[in-house]
């Protein structure tokens, strides 16, 4: 999650929170329903100690991930630190048991506070007894207790055995393709992020997994979207909120028989789904899944399948 962060000199202190809808401004609050208790419970300390240091008013943002217990905070400042700042930083990690990780530029500038400091965390699908370690500006799910039933409904609609062929597009760190390498003869994934491609063969090995490959393509290039096709008879998307347009036509230009698509937008679900009914397909399932409680965004869950290409 993404914390906004402003000192507010009329205010005479930090507020730190998620920002308005619609606006710049930062909602004031002291603790937050949404976030996971281990970083809710840092809203107010993190405001004291941002209060004290010589770049209060360049710190924008920071980075927040936890899992297993674990709490890794990512940062963002516009000026160089001072030696009193990186000390500040250095006793508030020591006394809240987080790891604090400085990004001065972008993405690639990340690196703990400690020099040599391992940066990843780990989560679990308990129900698959898998293990995923992740960097914490990986994008991973928020909330585990639902992505660990999402997966599961996933796996369900997907009704696999030991000879699919499994396309997970948009696979991340592989999230879904690790559970579906258990049960099918073999998965590829595709990601555009170099470090998401690494962090899921990582994982795979990590886990045991000869069975799954992970490739980089840019699933809205023509090229990339056809890397794979001829190879799979089943599919799993989970685009980002510009859905998968392209990777829709192409599957149903393929040997594809079944689709799962996991949606955070619904505009974009409904065109796909278009394109998918269009080439022979059919709506066998379409659910929500809360993986932001108390707030209006849902996410959802649809299969579509139809007969053999040449059926």
């Known amino acids: 999650a993404r914390l906004g962060v402003k000192h507010v000199v009329k205010k005479g202190r930090t507020l730190i929170g998620f920002r308005e809808v619609g606006s710049a401004y930062i909602t004031e609050m002291t603790f937050c329903q949404v976030l996971v208790p281990e970083i809710a419970r840092l809203i107010e300390p993190l405001s004291r100690l941002i209060d004290g240091l010589d770049s209060r008013s360049t710190i924008p943002q920071i980075e927040v991930a936890a899992s297993s217990g674990a709490v890794a905070l990512v940062v963002r400042h516009l000026t160089v630190l001072s030696p009193e700042d990186l000390a500040a930083f250095a ?54 207790a ?22 997970d597009a ?14 099918a003869a073999r998965v590829i994934g595709l990601e555009a992020s170099r470090a998401s491609v690494d962090r899921a063969s990582s994982n795979a090995q990590l886990n045991g997994l000869g069975n799954v490959s992970f490739e980089v393509a840019d699933l809205y290039q023509s090229e990339s979207a056809s890397l794979v096709l001829p190879q799979i008879n089943k599919a799993l998307l989970d685009p980002p909120r510009s859905g998968a347009e392209l990777v829709c036509q192409k599957l149903v230009a393929s040997a594809c ?8 937008n619904p505009k974009t679900l409904r065109r796909d789904a278009d394109i998918l009914r269009a080439g022979g397909f059919q709506l066998d399932h379409l659910g929500m899944i809360d993986m932001f409680p108390h707030t209006a965004h849902m996410e959802s869950i649809a299969c579509f399948s139809r007969g053999s290409k040449n059926g």
Do not use: W
């Open 257 to 264: 028989n079944k689709i799962v698509y996991v949606s955070c």
């Open 91 to 144: 006793a508030f990690q020591g006394a809240e048991k987080v790891m604090v990780l400085l990004q001065s530029k972008g993405p690639d500038s990340v690196k703990p506070l400690d020099d040599g400091a391992n940066p990843l965390l780990h989560y679990r699908l308990t129900d698959q007894g898998l293990v995923f370690e992740f960097h914490p500006m990986d994008f991973t799910q928020v909330n585990q």
């Open 170 to 183: 948009f696979c991340g760190i592989g999230n879904f393709s690790l559970a579906v390498a258990q049960r």
């Open 146 to 167: 639902v992505n660990q039933n999402m997966v599961n409904l996933a796996l369900d609609l997907l009704d696999l055995n030991s000879e699919d062929l499994v396309l």
